[in-house]
């Protein structure tokens, strides 16, 4: 493939991450045109499906649970299919569908609690995915995956950062299986007329934005994790050569989980696992449950990813920011001491090993992670140049601060869409100190830092970090999509 044909599909898929991702945070609702305070704060969705894979027919019942914030005489929500009925509070109420907007009016102003209850039936596989809608309802040989895809099958609110609690429950064919976020209820599924129901319930709330249905035909695997919390691990019955590396990554996931939590904090959901399918085509950390394409696992075990992907559950999931390296520079920084662990290579000689690879005035210092041009090649500046300013800071204040800053990261969160200004004064405010001479050079310049992220007194590591390639090549296949 020519050079020129590789740039501008990088600079597509840049956009593309551009347009998949940022949707979550509440500017992008502005410029996308949905209202800055839509006036509705969503507290729970209960979904009842029954879906035929044969026929791509969808049957829902979603019942909503919220607040309208201020007198409400109608309201929109984010819902691409087609919709029979709607009741708010128990009414009737009157309602119109266009272009995935659907607009509710009860029969008199509301405001105050909110039920709303919206029946409806239609074949997904008919919508595209894009703004807002994630990758859309994908039909696979034996099912389909609605990945980041709340649109295609319940409705929500259109700011999807706006977090709230998911209950999923469907019926599908005898033989096939339905996994969504969080624990899955009764054990497995319930024999019922047409097929069997599968139950999962979310008891903490989550962003629309990373919601997961994937049906089709998977070996599950159900145990329990690190405070006794239950972990379902699903796979494709059709990976194949695929099926034992991606079990020696992804069954590892409670172990991995355990190791981010002595660093990040408590798990902050209560459940976890992963869905490894071949017919997806991305690796998308996906709340309590990532999912991975089966692909990911041709080069053999990845445990490195495992690690990448359930560290967005803290950095991406709990807290949603506008600020992409505030995920993936996180997320990378995990595998690095996750290869720590795994005795693949130090934190300190991965950083040390990365920043020693581009020389001053190279291009790769050219974006910095704060604000980087959206139309370059975000790699390096988000993914590793984020892991190293996390090294760089950790080198200043010492790991205990270190991890103070970064478990309080997470459970003094109170903003829906958190910005790099945020991280810094946090960081400050906990290490009790001023953090521009880490954070100017690491993050908001458009060059080398001058002093490495181990400080002035180490000198160059001749020997490449076994895990190098690894997270590099990671780093490569993920930023194609920010995951
Ligand atoms: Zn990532």
Redesign the pocket.
């Known amino acids: 493939m020519g050079a020129r044909t590789r740039v501008s599909r990088r600079k597509v898929m840049a956009a593309t991450a551009a347009l998949l991702f940022v949707p979550m945070t509440k500017a992008t609702a502005e410029e996308r045109g949905a209202p800055a305070d839509d006036g509705l704060n969503l507290r729970h969705h209960a979904v009842n499906l029954n879906y035929r894979p044969e026929s791509d027919t969808l049957a829902g019942v979603t019942t909503i649970v919220g607040t309208a914030t201020r007198k409400l005489s109608s309201f929109d929500l984010n819902f691409l299919l087609t919709v029979t009925s709607v009741s708010v509070n128990n009414e009737p109420a009157a309602f119109t569908s266009r272009n995935g907007k659907l607009t509710i009016t009860p029969k008199k102003p509301i405001a105050g609690d909110l039920l709303v209850v919206v029946r409806y039936r239609d074949t997904p596989g008919k919508y595209p995915g894009g703004v807002g809608r994630g990758w859309g309802w994908k039909r696979t040989p034996t099912g389909a995956l609605a990945v980041a895809a709340a649109p295609s099958w319940y409705p929500t609110a259109f700011d999807q950062g706006d977090k709230a609690t998911l209950d999923v429950s469907i019926v599908v064919p005898t033989g096939l299986q339905a996994v969504s976020n969080g624990a899955l209820q009764y054990g497995g599924p319930l024999p019922v007329p047409g097929g069997d129901q599968w139950s999962w319930r979310g008891e903490v709330a989550q962003s629309s934005g990373l919601s997961l249905l994937a049906i089709g035909q998977y070996d599950l695997r159900t145990s329990t994790g690190p405070d006794g919390k239950q972990v379902v691990t699903a796979y494709g019955k059709d990976l194949g050569a695929l099926d034992a590396p991606a079990r020696a990554s992804v069954e590892r996931t409670p172990e991995i989980v355990l190791a981010l939590s002595n660093w990040f904090g408590p798990y902050p959901y209560a459940a976890l696992g992963g869905v490894v399918d071949k017919a997806f085509f991305n690796v998308v950390?996906t709340t309590t449950r990532p999912i991975y394409d089966g692909d990911y696992f041709q080069g053999g075990a990845n445990a490195s990813m495992v690690a990448?992907?359930n560290a967005?559950q803290w950095y991406?999931n709990a807290v949603n920011p506008v600020d992409q390296w505030l995920?993936?520079g996180f997320?990378s920084y995990a595998e690095f001491l996750w290869s720590e662990l795994e005795g693949l290579g130090t934190a300190t000689e991965l950083a040390q090993y990365y920043y020693d690879q581009f020389p001053a005035g190279h291009e790769a210092w050219a974006q910095p992670p704060a604000n980087p041009d959206p139309e370059s090649n975000l790699a390096f500046p988000i993914y590793t140049r984020g892991a190293l300013a996390l090294q760089a800071l950790r080198t200043k204040v010492g790991d205990e601060t270190f991890v103070r800053i970064l478990r309080t990261w997470v459970t003094d969160q109170k903003t829906e869409a958190a910005t790099t200004a945020e991280f810094v004064e946090h960081a400050e405010r906990v290490a009790g100190t001023g953090l521009t001479d880490v954070f100017q050079p690491w993050i908001y310049a458009a060059e080398r830092p001058a002093v490495g992220p181990n400080g002035p007194a180490v000198a160059r590591y001749a020997a490449k970090p076994k895990s190098y390639d690894t997270i590099t090549g990671n780093r490569d296949r993920?930023a194609s999509s920010?995951?």
Request: aromatic content about 0%; glycine content about 10%.
């Open positions: 950390a990448h992907e967005h991406g995920s993936e997320a993920l920010q995951h």
